[in-house]
């Protein structure tokens, strides 16, 4: 960028306050780290600014490069002001830390840039721009002008790109859409502090400073069509790129992975409907997060409690969606994703109309493992709901506005956690069955049974699934015998005491499967049971059989219907088809020793609104049958036995 003249920071001179070393508006980002607040500002104004012409998604750029400080705008007047305020507050290590990022040769600047976007608009006159974005984004606090129907403020966002800077200075570069020309503006965030060569201790100057013309001293005219600088590419579509001088990487900062993950987790849905694609380019990697990638970009996210929580919110929004008019609200949408996998009990997320996470509860009267994604997008629902978010948009809250308005708010989230409660509750019990409180149970149970995530349990409530080494005093389905009606969720019944097997003499092991602490490897399968064609005959029609590897099943018996339920799901990323086959387990092993189960029907049930579709059943083997990763498929399978089975898939 060429160096002008008459451009550089001003700071004016202080007015009634003094500002101190902390940078305002930092505490409106609470426990976040920097990434997260400026992953979650940055892309909420990018989604506000988007083209409403432009059916294309708006794209987000993260770009890191080593610069030298020499070529940053009027470094050295900024280094003037900067020693000054670290003699005003010499406790302070933050401002220490900003004079010894501008005086290093080089520094980290980090470009987020948007595309799509309207750019910023308006002018940043004092006379004409009080209510400009402009203005709102390079010397507002809190304003959100133009964003009556959007998700956030932008002087909010200017913070979260000070705080993200060692050297408390950020740029920008806008083109906005209805402009032939390009704009140059940038701001720092110091302190009061003494004027530069002034021995008058009262000569003070206030503590932000704006890149502006310096023969303006009563107005602000920002620089046009600047020359790029640090080897960044030259801005020439609309849309605006924000520059953080001295960008403060986070932990796991290499690559950007940070910045992915924290653009995955507040705006998965966002990406998901192909409205946002994010690009990270920084310290050799590269890295996009589109709708076609996502779910395989979730699959490497670096914390592993948030990797499988994502997953499970993003299989959520893969399915149909409840929808439901509220009042206040108008037309809303639930989303849920009903999984045993599901080992950490998950929130309720929240989006509204820029499908950015804002809000989330939890359900702890429910105790299915779930994911749910609730959203309104409604205009009339977005206008309420923005209305009740915090500062940080992180939260919707009933303690905004007047009494009568705290008071519909209240209603309004009642009626959100109604909904999602009942939605939820029938969804269960479509897809799980009953649950049956054994009474006791625990009792009988060692203390010191863990979870997966080592938290101590008494009673918990696993779903049926694969065996593993934890006991609840629950059991899903509903009873076989003596029952002409299916007996409701949480009714007690009466419970045996059967003795646990034990070794033989010597150094014996326990057959008795993952359950019971038993061998717990599987014998290779010897081949197609009895009774099943072998590969290559014509009932197999050149179809292959789906292998227990490759798919999740649970199941659970209705004596209503004499059937069996199963809800079917690839685990392999992929959709599975071919030919069903059911093998059953009488001690706990699925290996040499499992019999045929004798199917005489079956039917897909996978349709919500009621559909039924039999499928063709030969020599035991069910045909035709497709698994996908995303949403469950529901089989209902009759058989002819006597006993409640222990059921698996045959390799």
């Known amino acids: 960028m060429t160096k002008m003249e008459h451009y550089g920071f001003v700071f004016k001179p202080n007015g009634n306050s003094v500002q101190g070393a902390k940078i305002p508006g930092a505490e409106v980002f609470g426990n976040d780290s920097v990434v997260t607040a400026l992953a979650r500002e940055l892309g909420q104004n990018s989604l506000d600014a988007k083209l409403k012409d432009d059916d294309s998604p708006v794209t987000m750029v993260f770009e890191l490069r080593t610069v030298p400080t020499t070529e940053i705008p009027d470094v050295e007047n900024l280094r003037r002001h900067a020693n000054s305020c670290a003699r005003q507050y010499p406790d302070a290590p933050e401002l220490q830390d900003a004079v010894d990022c501008l005086n290093s040769e080089t520094i980290d600047v980090l470009r987020i840039g948007d595309y799509g976007t309207k750019g910023l608009t308006g002018s940043e006159s004092l006379i004409e721009g009080r209510d400009s974005v402009l203005t709102a984004l390079t010397r507002g606090s809190g304003l959100s002008v133009g964003k009556t129907d959007a998700g956030g403020s932008f002087g909010i966002g200017k913070a979260a790109g000070i705080l993200a800077s060692r050297a408390r200075t950020e740029l920008w570069v806008t ?213 009740m978010e915090s500062a940080r948009h992180d939260q919707w809250v009933a303690t905004r506005g007047t009494p009568e308005q705290q008071k519909e708010s209240k209603r309004i989230l009642d009626d959100i956690r109604k909904f999602a409660r009942e939605e939820i509750n029938a969804r269960t019990k479509h897809e799980m069955g009953d649950v049956l409180k054994i009474k006791g ?57 059967i003795k646990p097997a034990t070794a033989g003499s010597g150094n014996d092991q326990v057959t008795t499967g993952k359950r019971q602490h038993g061998i717990n490897h599987r014998p290779p399968h010897p081949g197609p049971q009895p009774g099943f064609p072998a590969k290559g005959h014509p009932d197999n029609e050149g179809k292959s059989s789906l292998k227990s590897n490759s798919l999740s099943m649970r199941y659970w018996y209705e004596p209503a219907t004499n059937s069996y339920v199963l809800v079917l799901r690839s685990v392999t990323g992929v959709a599975e088809s071919g030919m069903l086959r059911l093998v059953a387990s009488l001690d706990g092993q699925f290996d040499r020793n499992s019999v045929d189960v004798n199917v005489t029907s079956a039917e897909d049930i996978t349709d919500d609104a009621g559909t039924r579709k039999a499928l063709t059943v030969i020599n035991n083997g069910i045909r035709d049958v497709t698994v996908s990763p995303q949403k469950p498929t529901r089989l209902r399978v009759h058989v002819d036995n006597r006993i409640r089975l222990q059921l698996g898939v045959a390799d």
């Open 175 to 387: 083109k906005p859409y209805d402009s032939p020309e390009t704009v140059f503006a940038g701001a720092c965030q110091f302190t009061t502090h003494q004027k530069p060569g002034s021995n008058d201790p009262c000569d003070l100057l206030g503590a932000m400073g704006v890149y502006t013309s310096q023969d303006l001293p009563n107005d602000f005219q920002y620089l046009r069509n600047p020359r790029p600088f640090g080897g960044f590419p030259e801005r020439t579509q609309s849309g605006t790129d924000t520059y953080i001088l001295g960008y403060k990487r986070g932990a796991d900062g290499e690559g950007f992975l940070d910045v992915r993950d924290a653009m995955i987790e507040n705006f998965m849905v966002a990406i998901s409907r192909g409205r946002l694609v994010v690009k990270g380019h920084g310290d050799g990697l590269s890295w996009r997060l589109d709708a076609s990638n996502l779910e395989k970009q979730i699959g490497s996210m670096t914390d592993e409690a948030t990797r499988g929580a994502m997953l499970a919110y993003y299989r959520a929004i893969q399915e149909e969606p409840v929808v439901k008019a509220i009042p206040r609200l108008g037309e809303v949408k639930l989303y849920i994703n009903i999984d045993d996998c599901i080992r950490k009990r998950l929130d309720v997320l929240c989006v509204r109309k820029p499908l950015m996470k804002v809000h989330h509860f939890r359900l702890n009267s429910l105790s299915a493992a779930f994911a749910a994604v609730f959203e309104c997008s409604s205009d009339e629902g977005n206008k309420r709901l923005r209305q």
């Open 441 to 497: 149970l625990n009792l009988l149970l060692p203390e010191d049974l863990q979870h997966a995530d080592k938290t101590k349990v008494k009673g918990t409530n696993p779903a049926t699934g694969d065996g593993d080494a934890r006991e609840a005093a629950t059991l899903q389905g509903k009873e076989t015998e003596g029952k002409s009606t299916p007996v409701s969720a949480g009714k007690a019944v009466p419970i045996s005491v």
